[in-house]
């Protein structure tokens, strides 16, 4: 029985991905986005920048933006802070537009990836105690 149920599970997971592997982000119903799990969420969000990526990073350089929020194929917010917008401000967007509202953030710099330190091509032999 238990089996069944797996194969039962396996086959609603691959129609899933086969329906968000068709669909366009900016389609999905919002009740529909709002119930994906992290995985589907990933992909759903992979394939925003399959089919938009050229457009998202001109959209990047006509805001001089750090993030942006899309919403049914449009620029509905930049911010020069990639920590920006807060949770709230996207629930009311989403609430606003009926559609799902995709944050997207500029990659970080080499300071920020390294914890805030500057990152060196050279390697040093420092000890990583002190002797």
Same mark, same amino acid.
């Given at each position: 029985?238990?089996?069944?149920?797996?194969?039962?599970?396996? !086959?609603?997971? @691959?129609?899933? /991905? +086969?329906?968000?592997?068709?669909?366009?982000?900016?389609?999905? =119903?919002? &009740?529909?986005?709002?119930?994906?799990?992290?995985?589907?969420?990933?992909?759903?969000?992979?394939?925003?920048?399959?089919?938009?990526?050229?457009?998202?990073?001109?959209?990047?350089?006509?805001?001089?933006?750090? !993030?942006?929020? @899309?919403?049914? /194929? +449009?620029?509905?917010?930049?911010?020069?802070?990639?920590?920006? =917008?807060? &949770?709230?401000?996207?629930?009311?967007?989403?609430?606003?537009?009926?559609?799902?509202?995709?944050?997207?953030?500029?990659?970080?710099?080499?300071?920020?990836?390294?914890?805030?330190?500057?990152?060196?091509?050279?390697?040093?032999?420092?000890?990583?105690?002190?002797?």
């Amino acid at each position: 029985m238990q089996e069944v149920r797996k194969m039962a599970e396996k !086959a609603i997971e @691959l129609q899933q /991905k +086969e329906y968000l592997g068709n669909i366009d982000p900016f389609e999905i =119903p919002l &009740d529909y986005y709002k119930s994906l799990t992290s995985d589907e969420d990933w992909f759903l969000t992979t394939r925003l920048f399959a089919l938009y990526g050229g457009w998202i990073r001109t959209k990047f350089k006509e805001h001089s933006a750090e !993030a942006l929020v @899309l919403c049914d /194929k +449009e620029v509905v917010y930049a911010s020069e802070n990639r920590y920006e =917008p807060s &949770d709230e401000t996207i629930t009311e967007l989403e609430a606003q537009i009926g559609k799902p509202c995709y944050v997207v953030t500029k990659e970080p710099m080499i300071e920020e990836k390294l914890g805030g330190q500057s990152y060196k091509e050279e390697t040093t032999t420092q000890p990583s105690r002190p002797m």
